[in-house]
């Protein structure tokens, strides 16, 4: 749909009922495409949306505003994919404060780890485990909608070239010869605004129920 389909691209299609007993995801083969289907009734259909709201990373609301309505309550369709879009339109939530200092005290450990002395294979798992985290700072940091794997480049590139190319030169470097320090460099500059890094200090109490009944 949006012309940046490969060989190997599935169809994503969201099928909505008047009612169901729950949502599904299923995925199967018709004439040679994969397809992907989202199946919901309104209510699961909202739960989702919401959750994806929440979390800053619109997968179903991007598949129905970026979609053609087909079927027969097309209007309905119509209704529903402009109301997505609006919804798209107004960013995502920002972060909490709790959020947030969790995602500083993840990118910080894991820059700390970098620092070590380390294998490029110990590396490597570092890097792959961190690049996910400074993107969704960057994004959700500048009321930008957050994605994961290929969306994450496109996304990043949406937002600001410079940065995109900045996060492509850090983790190539990372990736090909195992110095960290451009990647360390852009974490401490996407931190910064944010209060920058954090360890000393960082407490985070779990609800009282968790613990085994006895």
Known sequence: MRGQGTYHSDLDLVVIYDQLEAARRESFIFDGMPVEAFVHDRETLGWFVNQDVSRGRPSILNMIAEGVVIG??????????NAVSDRLAQGPPPLSTIAMDALRYEI?????DLRGDRSLAEVMAIGAMLHPKIVEL????????NGAGKWAPRLLREADSHLADRFDSAFRTLFSSGNADPVIALAEAELEPHGGLLFDGDCRVAPASWRLSQ
């Open 108 to 112: 910080t450990d894991a820059i700390d």
């Open 138 to 145: 960057a994004l959700l940091g500048r009321a930008r909608w």
């Open 72 to 81: 027969h309550a097309r209007e309905q369709g119509e209704a529903l994919r």
